[in-house]
């Protein structure tokens, strides 16, 4: 095995204080670790912050303050979680396993790696593990990857559930390093590949998340989660959908969106969300909400079939919504 | 026997006691890699072992430049580092050896090896110019068959239906890996501590690979975590084991990495198979054809048996069954949990499901009307067959009723189809021994990977004794006992069973006076009388049905069982707990196949794009509903002193037909080609969502 080097972070400022470079992170090491089993990842250290102390906080203006090392399961638990933002709670329960899920942090799971084959395997090229060696996925085995945002050099796709209803409730990111601290909205953490998919996330190096901030967001609560995939548990999205909708007398006043398992970050769907403003709240809104969105799409060779599958989960989530009291 | 017995290891399973073949501790061992070919085809021109030989705790690099020369290199699979040649990608082309596994592993990486690239073909075709016709197929089939005049009846049926279904590259994924330790004797003697379905075929061939008289190679393998056929015969990781052992002079272990499974353990082949069926109005058949195209490496041919089953299945007097290979630079398929039956029965009973919608009949009836009285390749009787009883007893239970019903965004739909698997067995020897103290011991080279084996012949064994099963201990998996058939085929049971009565009654017989205070022993071979009885004209077979509902998502074609019910001919069940397992297990396999499993063809790489468990998806608890499984009692005399027929395969037969004619049933959409995904659905029930 590669030797490396392991230390548990004393404090957050500890942690960042002992990142250097070729060092990483460790949360609940479900992704990472199986990484450095494959090779793609072979950090010379890891700095262990699982065990940095956590909680979820009421922030003052009734949002919520979840630190970077809560597990998932406990976030999927927590009581306000699910009131307030009840597509956050069915996402995070969507994901993985129970097992995992009690090992995953919050931080952790929003900096997961693609599961685009080609990036889990050494022996074979991809611009986001070896910039400039090619990617095979544009013409080989992609069928599950993006179908919006991709470009030439990259077409994976972002793996996490719980990041699509943190995008479309206007959650934002807590970061600390060394020099300081910032907060980035969620919806600016993950790029688009361009020219430069090595670079999931605007993250710089020795960054650490801290924290995710979830606004209050009154019409959070009438909201929900659809995971479409081929297996009913333990498998990654085909497409999900994440959807908020505020409804007076028959109208939308406000809805929010998002997609997972469509393109390389959470994709808020900005153009739905504006053809739904103050649209009536029937099907036809709804559809053409979806087909607003998805008329950016540019699928590739065999994955054609996520753009109705999107459009008809957009469709379904939101009348759902729609016809709930 | 018919009790349903828990398993006699069960609490050392549970407790971890239970030491399979990886676990075993001898002194000094060594740890060897199988380094994986980075190309699809071609030569290995150069090996940089110096470099690697530097590292720490690095003891050898084999490979075709310095590999011990074998004896015998017949299955070239097994041929390790002989020849310069890389017949797919990951194929073994070296191997490091070091005090520990991360040293290996270091090695592994770092070993950099040189190749002459040719361009490669993975790709299975139809129309592949290269296909052409092997001798036999799996395991001594007639390649083709044909009665009667197919083409002129096939022309002048009244209804015909001509389709071509499509089965992809599937793998056998054990839970426990292949795994192998080996120790050289001081007196040139091997033994192997090995993952297998049988200790005899890993004896016999790792002898003639090495020249060595089979006595001098002693297998042990009491626990096995699972084959479905992967492990019926040896894989590289025990060649390697043992020759690496060989060259650096220490006992070595080989642990197959579940990546490494996809290239080296075997597959069950892709296949594309036409169906053509013929039928009077009534639903009477005239004709039917089965025309297969399958692949094997350019290494071996295996050419699997997926038309054999419409040999028997349904009476026609015009029929033709053809198989044609094509060899490709890709692994060597093998053995997978019903070779031939179960990718065979698919297409024949998604065909028998179109015709019987051409003719607006009932699935059941049409097959009830076209059962034969006589074997219909063969012409003889069948010792039993009952499957006509498990259509009606399933249907019954089911609540058989066709026709797709919506609730809200889901569509329901349900499917039936036939099972079958060939009631068969070999020679076995066995022992048993009779204790003064009361007990007994039955040793016999039998393997128990996970059905039950060892608690199902405990009960054969107390039967014949006549004694409590607490009273009698039956040993298993080691060359030292008796020789005896591997766990496949679904002969396991009825083998060894045979065996196990035939010496069980003997010492029954020889102890009615007492036993004598040092115990009493009875060894017998069941040879003569299985040569006997097969030369009895008679077709013997197992028979079963299967019936699934579907719920299908309107909106994205995401297709859940919603219920499945098995109801299964297949003699006397010996141990009706373990028999529910392998049924469910073998249903369950099957659900996998019909909406899951996949091996991902890479075309431009060569190997499987989705080569680990991440990627290729096997049913998860959620996937499996409550599975309902019964069996008809058969009373068949002209099997085996059981009564039974085996169980381990006809599980998996039929179930992907079932739920393809069941989603048919809810969506009309016929999908001929597994596995039965969304995006193979979504397009075509865009009609149906309705989201305007």
């Known amino acids: ?325 | 026997m018919s009790l349903p017995l828990d398993r006699v290891e069960g609490r050392e399973k549970v407790a971890g006691e239970a030491k399979y073949a990886y676990e075993y501790e001898l002194e000094g061992i060594a740890y060897a890699i199988g380094v994986s070919a980075t190309i699809a085809r071609g030569e290995v021109v150069s090996v940089a072992a110096d470099e690697v030989l530097r590292l720490p705790g690095v003891l050898a690099v084999i490979w075709h430049g310095n590999a011990p020369k074998l004896a015998d290199t017949e299955d070239a699979e097994l041929a390790l580092f002989q020849t310069p040649r890389v017949a797919y990608r990951n194929h073994w082309v070296a191997a490091v050896v070091a005090d520990t596994y991360e040293a290996a592993q270091d090695a592994e990486r770092a070993l950099r090896i040189e190749y002459a690239i040719e361009e490669h073909d993975v790709v299975l075709r139809e129309d592949d110019p290269k296909l052409y016709t092997p001798e036999k197929v799996n395991p001594n089939f007639p390649t083709d068959t044909f009665d009667g005049e197919f083409d002129a009846a096939f022309a002048a049926a009244p209804v015909s239906i001509d389709r071509t279904y499509r089965t992809p590259t599937v793998h056998n994924h054990p839970m426990e890996p292949h795994a192998t330790l080996a120790a050289w004797g001081g007196d040139g003697g091997l033994t192997l501590y090995d993952s297998n379905q049988g200790v005899r075929p890993v004896r016999q061939t790792v002898a003639k690979v090495f020249g060595l008289e089979p006595e001098r190679v002693r297998v042990i393998a009491p626990h096995v975590g699972g084959g479905f056929g992967s492990k019926g015969t040896p894989r590289p990781n025990v060649i390697l084991a043992a020759m690496a052992a060989q060259v650096v002079g220490r006992p070595t272990k080989v642990a197959v990495t579940r990546q490494q499974m996809f290239a080296v353990t075997g597959y069950r082949t892709p296949t594309i198979q036409r169906l053509r069926l013929g039928a009077e109005r009534d639903g009477t058949l005239t004709a039917i054809a089965h025309d297969v195209a399958e692949q094997s490496s350019t290494l071996k041919e295996f050419a699997e048996q997926t038309a054999v089953p419409t040999r028997m299945m349904y009476a026609a007097p015009n029929r033709r069954t053809t198989h044609r290979l094509v060899r490709l630079d890709v692994p060597t398929p093998s053995w997978m949990r019903a070779p031939g039956e179960c990718p065979g029965m698919f297409a024949l009973e998604c065909a028998l499901d179109e015709l019987a919608r051409e003719l607006s009949l009932d699935p059941i009836e049409l097959r009830v009307r076209n059962e034969p009285e006589l074997d219909p390749e063969s012409g003889n009787r069948f010792s039993s067959r009952n499957l006509v009883a498990c259509l009606r007893e399933g249907a019954d239970r089911f609540g058989w009723k066709q026709g797709p019903r919506r609730e809200g965004r889901t569509l329901f739909g349900t499917g039936v189809a036939s099972s079958t698997y060939p009631a068969r067995r070999v020679a076995s020897e066995a022992l048993a021994r009779a204790n003064a103290d009361g007990t007994y011991v039955v040793r016999i080279a039998a393997a128990d990977i996970g059905t039950g084996a060892r608690t199902a012949l405990t009960q054969i064994a107390a039967d014949a004794l006549e004694a409590p099963v607490e009273l009698v201990r039956v040993e298993i998996g080691d060359t030292d006992y008796p020789p005896a058939m591997l766990a496949g085929g679904s002969m396991g049971l009825t083998s060894w069973g045979s065996a196990v009565v035939k010496a069980c009654r003997a010492l029954h017989a020889r102890i009615a006076d007492g036993v004598p205070a040092d115990g009493v022993e009875c060894r017998v071979d069941t040879a003569e009388e299985i040569e006997g009885q097969q030369r009895e004209p008679l077709a013997r077979h197992a028979f079963g049905a299967q019936f699934v509902e579907v719920a299908v998502d309107v909106d994205t074609g995401e297709v859940r069982v919603a219920r499945a019910t098995g109801v299964f001919a297949c003699g006397r069940i010996v141990n009706p707990k373990t028999a529910r397992s392998q049924f469910i297990g073998g249903m369950t396999m099957g659900i996998g196949m019909a909406l899951h499993e996949e091996s991902r063809v890479d075309a431009r790489f060569g190997d499987y794009a989705n080569h680990d468990l991440a990627g290729y998806h096997v049913p998860v608890n959620a996937d499996i509903p409550e599975i309902n499984v019964s069996w008809i009692d058969e009373d068949d005399l002209h099997l085996n002193p059981m009564g039974a027929k085996g169980i381990g395969e006809i599980g998996i037969v039929g179930t992907a037909a079932a739920i393809a004619n069941a989603v048919f049933d809810a969506t009309g959409l016929r999908i001929r080609d597994l596995p039965i995904t969304p995006a193979k659905l979504v397009e075509g029930l865009i009609s149906v969502s309705a989201h305007r």
């Open chain 1, 1 to 325: 095995m590669r030797e490396f080097e392991y230390t548990r972070a004393r404090d957050e400022a500890a942690a960042v204080a002992e990142i250097g470079d070729g060092a990483r992170f460790l949360g609940g090491g479900t992704n990472l670790v199986d990484l450095m089993k494959l090779g793609v990842e072979t950090p010379v250290r890891l700095v262990d912050v699982r065990r940095l102390p956590g909680s979820i906080a009421d922030t003052a203006d009734g949002g919520l303050r979840i630190d970077a090392s809560v597990p998932n399961s406990i976030v999927a638990a927590d009581r306000r979680v699910r009131e307030r933002y009840p597509a956050v709670a069915r996402a995070l329960l969507s994901g993985a396993s129970g097992q995992l899920r009690n090992l995953a942090t919050t931080g952790g799971n929003l900096l997961q790696r693609t599961r685009c084959v080609y990036f889990m395997d050494p022996t074979k090229p991809c611009n986001k593990r070896e910039p400039g060696s090619g990617c095979p996925a544009r013409d080989g085995d992609h069928a599950n990857l993006a179908i919006l945002g991709w470009s030439e050099s990259c077409v994976a796709t972002h793996p996490s559930d719980f990041a699509v209803p943190l995008v479309a409730f206007d959650a934002r990111v807590h970061l600390r390093s060394a020099s300081g601290a910032r907060v980035v909205p969620l919806d600016e953490l993950h790029r688009l590949p361009g020219d430069e998919p090595h670079r999931d996330t605007v993250l710089e190096p020795g960054e650490l998340i801290t924290a995710v901030e979830l606004p209050a967001l009154a019409l959070a609560r009438r909201s929900a989660y659809r995971k479409v995939r081929e297996r009913a548990s333990f498998s990654f999205a085909v497409v999900s959908v994440a959807a908020a909708l505020d409804v007076v007398d028959g109208t939308v006043r406000e809805a929010r969106l998002a997609l997972g398992g469509v393109a390389h970050k959470p994709w808020r769907c900005r153009a739905a969300e504006e053809v739904l403003r103050d649209a009536p709240a029937t099907a036809a809104s709804f559809a053409r909400a979806a087909d607003a969105e998805l008329a950016a799409a540019r699928p590739l060779r065999d994955n054609g079939y996520k753009v109705p599958i999107a459009r008809n989960a957009i469709c379904t989530l939101l009348a759902g919504l729609a016809a709930r009291p």
